[in-house]
């Protein structure tokens, strides 16, 4: 199983990115896929996931990010909208299948004018 990040760059704020997760060894349909965060000296955060349940977002990114999933392409992504400076962050993508958790290598996003 490998989960590959792309898409993370420098930002303004109010500016959008969309990162990619390109997911190998298993089927993105079959797996719980969610993205997080994580900046210098705080806990990775949950930002949002999907399962074939739906779709949740954590309080500070609802309405303004957005997750989905392309199964042709077993790519997971996340839409980013609005962006802050506080979105700051290296995001990770992360698939929960077959009762084993997987880590991307993270994408690193900055918000800054």
């Known amino acids: 199983v490998e989960l590959v990040e792309s898409g993370g760059g420098l930002v303004q704020p109010g500016g959008s990115l969309r990162l990619s997760c390109a997911a190998s060894?298993?089927?993105?349909?079959?797996?719980?896929l969610s993205w997080y965060r994580q900046t210098p000296g705080k806990e990775r955060e949950l930002v949002a996931r999907?399962?074939?349940?739906?779709?949740t977002t954590n309080n500070d990114t609802s309405g303004r990010f957005s997750i989905s999933k392309d199964i042709a392409t077993n790519t997971v992504y996340l839409q980013m909208n609005s962006l802050k400076p506080e979105d700051t962050a290296k995001y990770y993508c992360?698939?929960?299948?077959?009762?084993?958790?997987?880590w991307g290598q993270g994408t690193q996003v900055t918000v800054s004018s």
């Open positions: 060894g298993f089927t993105v349909s079959r797996a719980a």
């Open positions: 992360n698939a929960e299948y077959q009762w084993l958790t997987y």
């Open positions: 999907i399962t074939r349940a739906g779709t």
